[in-house]
């Protein structure tokens, strides 16, 4: 070994490692996405990572937004072209259409948890592998279908401790109605098309309906006088919006009408939504989603209607208003440490054994008795158990609380069961 190590181990950019105690608040925002989803019946679903490109490159010019400039895209080993997944619904339709889930009960309810990659710009709270929560309904077409999806996402956030949502809602038609509405915009916009910024100039010819959420004041301006989607509805795609709306009341939910709301991705059908929350400032989305009816078929199954949304986690955590609530371990925490000359084996035994009757142990064995208790007392455990060959002989355990210094012995022999009853501990369940 020449000592002379020139290789510094860097996470790729736009790549971060979750570090403790930070993973703890993400499995408990998890923890309360399965709690809150089971209840409506959704069932998890987990896709690879890695998918065809032409998955996420579908239809006419591959007109989703995240298409082209944003998306991992490689060759295989063999030249095929594979693309990490951007987002979920796609490869959720995918594997709806492949395994024929299309002959299970209808509607399925899906939701799924995982990392997604897309080859953005690293900026604050924007990734390159970041982390969605989303879930889908596959198989109906009903508006209280919508519903349930909105209501139940709007259960996870209150679950989450957020209060002040604010939940926003739109249609865009079924394709009729959108195409119609297509045509119109373009024909208003075209002429406009010079006062346009790069990016909506684009998409005038991919994905038109994007521009009306635009960002820039100028052509929010430009907007004011464009023809109005919901004036492009057919009867049916209006009574579907508005069932939704009725069934969105019966569930208590209060939500906003928003005309310019039509979401990025051009998969969606009628109903789009998006919840904001005051926490992250106006404009400010903190989850959004659609029906998107024809997407199944795209990707070469049965027509089917789903609808959906995703979350974006890394954001979700950043703006959680109860981390600290989330967090609490209900389980106290012991350190075992030795006393003196007791057996390192006696220690490693005792240890496991409490393991084993269910309390959460580690044996801080190394190094003094004072540094011993001084990393568990860091660690955030909450007793000391000391461990010495007094303690040996007579049968017993001295336990030390950090918080306040209160000592005291229990027996030995069953200590987890006395070590319970000693400090008013509740047993496992
Ligand atoms: P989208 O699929 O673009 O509708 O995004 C859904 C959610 O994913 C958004 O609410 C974002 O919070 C989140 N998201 C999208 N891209 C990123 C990214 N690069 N980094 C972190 N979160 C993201």
Same mark, same amino acid.
């Given at each position: 070994?020449?000592?002379?190590?020139?290789?510094?181990?860097?996470?790729?950019?736009?790549?971060?490692?979750?570090?403790?105690? +930070?993973?703890?608040?993400?499995?408990?925002?998890?923890?309360?996405?399965?709690?809150?989803? !089971?209840?409506?019946? @959704?069932?998890?679903?987990?896709?690879?990572?890695?998918?065809?490109?032409?998955?996420?490159?579908? !239809?006419?010019?591959?007109?989703?937004?995240?298409?082209?400039?944003?998306?991992?895209? @490689?060759?295989?080993?063999? /030249?095929?072209?594979?693309?990490?997944?951007?987002?979920?619904?796609?490869?959720?339709?995918?594997?709806?259409?492949?395994?024929?889930?299309?002959? #299970?009960?209808?509607?399925?309810?899906?939701?799924?948890? !995982?990392?997604?990659?897309?080859?953005?710009?690293?900026?604050? /709270?924007?990734?390159?592998?970041?982390?969605?929560?989303?879930?889908?309904?596959?198989?109906?077409? =009903?508006?209280?279908?919508?519903?349930?999806?909105?209501?139940?996402?709007?259960?996870?956030?209150?679950?989450?401790?957020?209060?002040?949502?604010?939940?926003?809602?739109?249609?865009?038609?079924?394709?009729?109605?959108? +195409?119609?509405?297509?045509? #119109?915009?373009?024909?208003?916009?075209?002429?406009?098309?010079?006062?346009?910024?790069?990016?909506?100039?684009?998409?005038?010819?991919?994905?038109?309906?994007?521009?009306?959420?635009?960002?820039?004041? #100028?052509?929010?301006?430009?907007?004011?006088?464009?023809?109005?989607?919901?004036?492009?509805?057919?009867?049916?795609?209006?009574?579907?919006?508005?069932?939704?709306?009725?069934?969105?009341?019966?569930?208590?939910?209060?939500?906003?009408?928003?005309?310019?709301?039509?979401?990025?991705?051009?998969?969606?059908?009628?109903?789009? @939504?998006?919840?904001?929350?005051?926490?992250? /400032?106006?404009?400010?989305?903190?989850? /959004?989603?659609?029906?998107?009816?024809?997407?199944?078929?795209?990707?070469?199954?049965?027509?089917?209607?789903?609808?959906?949304? *995703?979350?974006?986690?890394?954001?979700?955590?950043?703006?959680?208003?109860?981390?600290?609530?989330?967090?609490?371990?209900?389980?106290?925490?012991? *350190?075992?440490?030795?006393?003196?000359?007791?057996?390192?084996?006696?220690?490693?035994?005792?240890?496991?054994?409490?393991?084993?009757?269910?309390?959460?142990?580690?044996?801080?064995?190394?190094?003094?008795?004072?540094?011993?208790?001084?990393?568990?007392?860091?660690?955030?455990?909450?007793?000391?158990?000391?461990?010495?060959?007094?303690?040996?002989?007579? =049968?017993?355990?001295?336990?030390?609380?950090?918080?306040?210094?209160?000592?005291?012995?229990?027996?030995?022999?069953?200590?987890?069961?006395?070590?319970?009853?000693?400090?008013?501990?509740?047993?496992?369940?």
């Amino acid at each position: 070994m020449s000592g002379e190590a020139s290789y510094r181990a860097r996470s790729v950019k736009g790549m971060r490692d979750l570090l403790p105690p +930070e993973t703890a608040v993400w499995n408990a925002v998890e923890a309360t996405a399965r709690e809150v989803f !089971g209840r409506y019946g @959704f069932e998890e679903i987990r896709t690879p990572v890695v998918e065809e490109t032409e998955l996420f490159v579908r !239809g006419v010019g591959g007109a989703t937004d995240i298409v082209g400039k944003e998306m991992y895209t @490689f060759a295989d080993k063999k /030249g095929k072209s594979l693309t990490l997944r951007p987002e979920n619904t796609a490869p959720v339709a995918r594997a709806y259409a492949q395994h024929q889930l299309a002959s #299970r009960p209808q509607p399925l309810r899906l939701y799924y948890i !995982g990392p997604q990659f897309r080859y953005e710009r690293p900026q604050k /709270g924007r990734y390159r592998q970041f982390y969605q929560i989303g879930a889908e309904i596959l198989g109906d077409e =009903g508006p209280w279908t919508d519903a349930e999806v909105v209501v139940m996402l709007v259960r996870f956030l209150e679950a989450l401790g957020f209060e002040d949502l604010d939940v926003l809602i739109n249609t865009v038609g079924d394709r009729e109605s959108r +195409e119609r509405y297509r045509e #119109r915009l373009v024909g208003f916009l075209s002429p406009l098309a010079d006062e346009l910024g790069e990016d909506s100039r684009r998409r005038l010819d991919t994905n038109p309906l994007r521009i009306l959420d635009t960002k820039s004041p #100028r052509e929010i301006e430009l907007l004011a006088d464009a023809p109005r989607l919901r004036d492009s509805l057919n009867d049916a795609s209006r009574a579907h919006f508005d069932e939704f709306c009725s069934a969105l009341g019966a569930c208590d939910v209060s939500f906003r009408l928003d005309d310019r709301l039509v979401r990025g991705l051009d998969y969606y059908t009628r109903t789009v @939504f998006e919840i904001q929350s005051g926490r992250l /400032g106006a404009q400010s989305a903190l989850v /959004g989603g659609g029906r998107y009816d024809g997407l199944v078929e795209e990707v070469g199954g049965p027509p089917t209607p789903g609808i959906g949304f *995703a979350i974006g986690l890394d954001r979700l955590v950043e703006c959680l208003p109860e981390r600290s609530e989330l967090t609490v371990t209900t389980r106290p925490s012991f *350190a075992v440490v030795r006393l003196g000359e007791v057996s390192m084996l006696d220690a490693i035994g005792l240890s496991e054994e409490l393991r084993l009757d269910g309390l959460e142990v580690i044996a801080e064995l190394s190094g003094s008795l004072r540094s011993a208790l001084r990393r568990a007392d860091r660690r955030g455990s909450a007793y000391a158990i000391l461990f010495g060959d007094d303690e040996l002989a007579a =049968g017993k355990l001295t336990v030390k609380r950090f918080e306040d210094g209160y000592q005291i012995e229990v027996r030995r022999e069953g200590a987890a069961q006395a070590l319970r009853d000693a400090l008013g501990l509740e047993n496992p369940s």
